[in-house]
């Protein structure tokens, strides 16, 4: 097993770096889809279009490239036995927080699928800060280890 990861460890991480791309890319993206459909009126062709790319872009992009990113990030931590690593521990905890904010992202689309709006556009706005935030955190436990 170990043999194997040691030919595959570059691979797996570069898969790992592109799939954490796509998963960024539509927690960055899906908020935004939100905040215009909150401006089409409701029950409108323009509500349902967006109903379509939320769901396609949650289905296709986000949840595969989540569970991906986790699968392989879970894989390189097993080959280097990271689980006494503060950095590491301190990253799993900010990775759980943004799976935690992906769990919000869908329960949210599946209430705007219902007509429900519950929050407003501003709001959204500032939620949209959450992943590039996060993103900065980890790529800096990463790289900078800064409690190694
Ligand atoms: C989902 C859970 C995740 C796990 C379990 C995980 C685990 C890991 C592990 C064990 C490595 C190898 C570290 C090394 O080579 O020393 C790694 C590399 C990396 N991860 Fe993750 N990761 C996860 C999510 C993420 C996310 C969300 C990001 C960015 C937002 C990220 C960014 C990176 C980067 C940039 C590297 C390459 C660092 C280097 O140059 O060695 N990871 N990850």
């Known amino acids: 097993m170990i043999e194997i990861l040691t030919l595959a460890y570059p691979w ?3 898969a790992h770096i ?3 791309i796509f998963w ?3 927690l960055f993206m899906l908020p935004r889809f939100f905040v215009y459909h909150q401006e089409a009126a409701e029950g409108s062709p323009e509500a349902t279009a967006w109903v379509e790319r939320e769901d ?3 289905t296709i ?3 595969p490239s989540m569970l991906i990113v986790w699968v392989l990030g879970l894989t390189l931590a097993y080959y280097l036995n990271l689980w ?3 950095w590491f521990l301190v990253k799993l905890l900010f990775v759980t927080a943004l799976s935690g904010y992906q769990g919000w992202l869908m329960a949210y689309r599946k209430k705007l699928s219902r007509g429900e709006r519950p929050l407003s556009g501003k709001r959204l706005r500032m939620l949209n800060e959450v992943p590039g935030i996060a993103a900065a955190v980890i790529v800096i436990l990463v790289i900078v280890r800064p409690f190694s």
């Open 56 to 58: 396609k872009l949650a």
């Open 24 to 26: 960024m890319a539509g």
């Open 61 to 63: 992009i986000m949840n």
């Open 84 to 86: 006494a690593q503060p």
């Open 12 to 14: 797996i991480k570069a």
């Open 18 to 20: 592109i799939f954490v």
